[in-house]
Structure formats: C-alpha cells, structure tokens
C-alpha cells in the first residue's frame, strides 16, 4: 500500500518562497505528482516526478529523491492567487483492470498572506 | 489541452434516491477513468477504477451495489449513487489519464457536490 504524509498548513507572504515536503512509503514506485486544488474546485496537474532530481516549470519546481522517499514543491514569487491545497499524489506499479492508480496525500493548505 | 467535463456540478436529493454523475473526456479518449471521494478538508479518495466496456474495479471498502459505475464508450463513464442517505453527501470527482508534458498524467473534472437531505 502507500503512506503519504504532508503537512497540513503552511503559512507564506506574498513574493516570498515556501517549500512543500511530502514523505512516502509505497509498495511500488512509479512517479510523484503535485496537483493545486482551490477550494470547492477540481485539482490542477502541476508537475511530475519519475526520476531524481528537480523539475522546473516557471514559479513552480518539484524535487524528487526516490531512495528517501522524499519530494519538494517550490513555489517562487508567491502571488495571492497561490493560496489553495497543494496534493502529493504518488502512482504505483500498474495493476490489472486498469492500469497505474495515484494515491493522494491530505495535502497541504497554504496561506499567502500580504 | 486535455478537458474532462463532470455533469452535475452541484446536486440536492432526497435520503433513499438515486443520482447519477456522469463524466466525459473532450477531444480525447478514455479507457479507463477513476472516481474519487472527498469529504471536507480532506483529501481525494480513489473509489473506483471505470474500464470501458468491463466491470469497474473498487477499492477496498467501497460497495459495488451503492456506488455503480459504468463505463460504457471511450468518452463517458457514469457513477450512480443508489438509495443515497446524508453519510453518502461528499464532493465526488471523475478523472481520465491524458498526456501532459510528456508525461501520463490524471486530468480531473470539475467535481459533483452531492448533499443528501
């Protein structure tokens, strides 16, 4: 099965950077993701993790370290507009009757304040 | 990009009705789509695994006869909640795997609010 643990609130100001961790114990490994939710709303692809490293994608970079376990979103200049849920999800190994399933954490609801 | 669309957005029924959500992929097709659950300031549980033109896969702990999904073409799986009571209100969202930057990734729809009075 997977465990996935994120913090559940962070508080930033705006312009600032924030680090979002996420820590996960899985039975197989096939890539990380980080979605941003806005309240009420559905979530929103933000990056993807397979191989060690950092990925970055304008404001937003995301670290992986598959032998920790660990992975990081970075969020740059931070904006109002950034204030939602950020959702660690990691896919497993493909199973029968449908392929890849992504586990979400609690994820991480972060404040940005002026 | 890729757009899953999810009707009805926001529903109100009665303790014992049914309702039915359904969700369809644009410009792209679908073999498998996933339904999710998520209760108040937590985050999304994997009900169902939908599989065009076989039985949908649940999780452990889901019932098959409440929650049945159908997934009947490469653009549109259905979830109908049967005989629905206030315990089952919750925020229900479908998603179907495109390609994004590369890579496979699950694009969500909108979600479908369900209050049961």
């Known amino acids: 099965g997977q465990n996935i643990d994120q913090p559940t609130e962070m508080t930033a100001t705006e312009g600032a950077i924030v680090q979002i961790n996420c820590t996960y114990q899985t039975s197989g490994f096939n890539g990380l993701f980080w979605y941003q939710q806005h309240a009420g709303e559905a979530p929103t692809f933000l990056s993807y993790n397979v191989l060690d490293g950092l990925e970055e994608k304008g404001r937003f970079s995301s670290f992986l370290s598959r032998s920790k376990g660990y992975s990081y979103l970075l969020l740059k200049e931070l904006q109002m507009k950034d204030s939602a849920s950020y959702l660690c999800a990691v896919r497993g190994i493909a199973v029968t009757g449908g392929g890849n399933k992504l586990t979400f954490g609690t994820g991480t609801q972060l404040k940005v304040e002026l | 990009g890729a757009v899953v669309s999810q009707h009805p957005s926001r529903v109100i029924c009665k303790s014992g009705t049914s309702v039915k959500i359904e969700c369809r992929s644009l410009?792209?097709?679908?073999?498998?789509m996933f339904w999710y659950r998520q209760f108040p300031k937590q985050s999304l549980m994997l009900m169902a695994t939908?599989?065009?033109?076989?039985?949908?896969?649940?999780e452990q702990g889901v019932e098959k006869d409440k929650f049945l999904i159908n997934h009947a073409s490469l653009t549109l799986s259905t979830l109908t909640v049967t005989s629905a009571h206030p315990e089952d209100s919750s925020f229900y969202i479908c998603s179907a795997r495109s390609v994004n930057s590369g890579a496979n990734v699950l694009t969500f729809g909108a979600g479908s609010r369900l209050t049961v009075l």
């Open positions: 939908s599989n065009e033109g076989s039985k949908a896969t649940y």
């Open positions: 410009d792209f097709q679908a073999t498998t």
